[in-house]
């Protein structure tokens, strides 16, 4: 069973970068077919799906925050890190990764809680 553990500040700044890094274990983050999400949910709101980091080491990115989005990976840590610019308090949300194929997502991290106030 593949775990998941997302790890990053709480609290970011308006026009900050938000960072936020998932580790994964009992499997590799370059297993052949595997995806890797950020995905995200503002208060009082649904998931929003940010972006993924394919086996490959391809990244495909929501359109709506294609601009502002970088998803890398560390394969020595097994991790992979999102990187959010310009962020606004409307960025502000719980973030999740998970890991998936296609649109059926088999494991979650627990999510972090992620503000943006000055």
């Known amino acids: 069973q593949v775990q998941l553990q997302e790890s990053g500040p709480g609290l970011v700044k308006p026009s900050q970068t938000l960072s936020l890094t998932c580790t994964v274990s009992?499997?590799?983050?370059?297993?052949?077919?595997?995806?890797w999400s950020w995905i995200r949910q503002p208060p009082g709101k649904g998931l929003e799906w940010i972006g993924y980091?394919?086996?490959?080491?391809?990244?495909y990115y929501s359109p709506s925050l294609k601009s502002r989005t970088s998803i890398s990976r560390d394969t020595s840590k097994n991790q992979f890190t999102l990187q959010l610019s310009s962020v606004t308090p409307e960025d502000t949300a719980v973030y999740y990764c998970?890991?998936?194929?296609?649109?059926?997502?088999?494991?979650w991290g627990q999510g972090t809680r992620v503000t943006v106030s000055s």
């Open positions: 998970a890991q998936n194929i296609a649109v059926r997502f088999d494991s």
């Open positions: 009992g499997g590799s983050i370059t297993t052949n077919y595997y995806y």
């Open positions: 980091m394919a086996y490959s080491g391809g990244t």
